[in-house]
């Protein structure tokens, strides 16, 4: 879709049909609260996809992470990954060029290393613990991912050991909670071995105190799905903190999930995707991956055939790739929402948001309250809750718009609320504390204020001396109370 397209999009939609005898008469209808709401989103956006964009200036346009494919090979043919795309399916990295990439990006002051990409499974390297026992040294962060099929005893040793090297962060992928609903996915692999390999490298970690190291993400296509995986994996001793099961994107379209959206073109899952506008990809902004021979595609997570190559760092430097005008041409491309050029990117549905509702939810209470809208503000916070009473940002939001209404007894019991779903988070214990005060609940905001003044946190953006003022002077309310009765 063109620029001129996407423009033309807003116009379009203000308009409306009518049939005036033997004529189609286009009217324009009147914009409504929703309208005026998703304009100012898509303004928004694009706002601050430039100051996003500007401040990479200041690093010399590098990433935030890099992705290295020390394996091109892999042994399964997940769902979720496009393989049928691949053009071949072999090769590693050499540990020489391994050494020269982290040399380039230590020079760089790039911090952290993935060892993952759009394609291949990183144990099939013969030399994969080498390689991560080499950059730990260097003083890198190091992600690595895989699909649990490699996790032989020996190799659970080798990661029981370079977890006590240094940082090291291991994440399977895994989702299913029965042989059909993994292998559906993960075909190619056993359910009964990989579940078996990671139960035991979870009881290993968890035997010298860094299950912390592991997580596991994984990729299901029947929502449904989701609290059964999770269950499942809880029951292998991992717990909650560390699962994360979500629905596919497509690919950088490879595969067909859900539906297409005919304004964009592109098949997604994601939620009302024809009222999405293009974004700055976070992966082109953040991730880059270094290929197993070297070359360097601006796409470090879907780009399985180098699409995007913009640049070789056995010729030239990390520094000159990350500032060619190559990159920065296909990062103005998404900056001026039109991609047609750009094959792989035009085909994704990455660059339209995460997989939840368009716009958040919690934006659209924001700008209500901005607004001074408090009872359209309320009436959406009242909806949230209802899908979800423990959803604290609208609780939070819901403490504040009752205190700007001077509704305090009403912001008092949600802040109640937030205390029990938050019970460490002094700063949500001071606010009920003050509201408390404000309502002459003497006992119960001396409670609170004694509770924050024994944690000592750190969160707490006035100053103990205020806290203690108000706490001497409720006590000084609770003795002049006692003495009258």
Not at 197 to 205: F, G, P, R, S, V
Not at 354 to 361: G, L, V
């Amino acid at each position: 879709m063109t620029e001129n397209n996407h423009n033309n999009f807003k116009e379009l939609s203000s308009l409306q049909a009518t049939i005036e005898g033997p004529q189609l008469t286009i009217k324009k209808r009147e914009e409504t609260d929703t309208d005026m709401f998703l304009r100012r989103c898509y303004q928004e956006d694009r706002e601050a996809d430039t100051r996003m964009w500007e401040a990479k200036a200041h690093t010399n346009y590098m990433p935030n992470e890099v992705n290295i494919q020390i394996s091109r090979r892999c042994n399964i043919r997940c769902k979720m990954c496009g393989w049928e795309a691949w053009e071949r399916n072999t090769g590693s990295m050499s540990f020489d060029l391994f050494k020269h990439v982290i040399r380039e990006l230590k020079t760089n002051e790039i911090g952290k290393i993935h060892l993952t990409s759009a394609q291949g499974e990183p144990l099939l390297n013969p030399n994969a613990f080498e390689f991560m026992a080499h950059a730990i040294d260097e003083g890198l962060s190091v992600f690595f991912s895989t699909n649990g099929t490699t996790l032989s005893q020996t190799n659970i040793t080798k990661i029981c050991a370079l977890a006590q090297k240094g940082d090291l962060t291991m994440i399977a992928s895994f989702a299913g909670y029965d042989k059909e609903s993994y292998e559906k996915v993960y075909d190619g692999a056993n359910f009964e071995n990989v579940s078996r390999n990671i139960k035991l490298l979870n009881e290993q970690l968890q035997a010298i105190g860094r299950q912390d190291i592991l997580e596991i993400r994984g990729v299901i296509f029947n929502s449904n799905q989701k609290q059964p995986s999770i269950d499942f994996l809880k029951g292998l001793g991992v717990e909650e903190n560390r699962i994360h099961i979500v629905l596919p994107d497509n690919f950088a379209g490879k595969i067909e999930v859900g539906r297409k959206s005919s304004r964009h073109n592109v098949f997604s899952l994601k939620t009302r995707l024809s009222e999405r506008p293009l974004r700055l990809c976070s992966i082109l902004l953040n991730i880059m991956v270094v290929y197993d021979d070297g070359k360097v595609s601006a796409c470090g997570c879907r780009d399985s055939e180098g699409v995007m190559n913009i640049g070789d760092l056995t010729k030239e430097s990390f520094k000159n790739i990350c500032n060619s005008e190559m990159y920065k041409s296909m990062i103005q491309s998404h900056l001026d929402r039109n991609i047609d050029s750009m094959p792989l990117c035009r085909s994704c549905d990455v660059p339209y948001g995460e997989p939840q509702q368009y716009p958040d939810p919690k934006r659209e209470i924001e700008h209500a309250i901005a607004d001074g809208k408090f009872e359209k503000a309320l009436k959406l916070i009242e909806k949230e809750l209802l899908q979800d009473p423990n959803k604290t940002i609208h609780v939070e939001q819901h403490i504040r718009v009752n205190k700007m209404m001077g509704q305090v007894p009403r912001a008092l019991k949600s802040a109640t609320r937030l205390v029990e779903l938050l019970p460490t988070d002094m700063s949500i214990r001071l606010l009920r504390a003050n509201l408390q005060y404000e309502l002459q609940m003497w006992s119960g905001a001396l409670n609170d204020y004694e509770t924050i003044l024994s944690s000592t946190p750190s969160e707490i953006s006035v100053s103990f001396e205020e806290i203690i003022a108000n706490r001497d002077f409720v006590q000084r309310k609770i003795q002049e109370n006692t003495s009258c009765t």
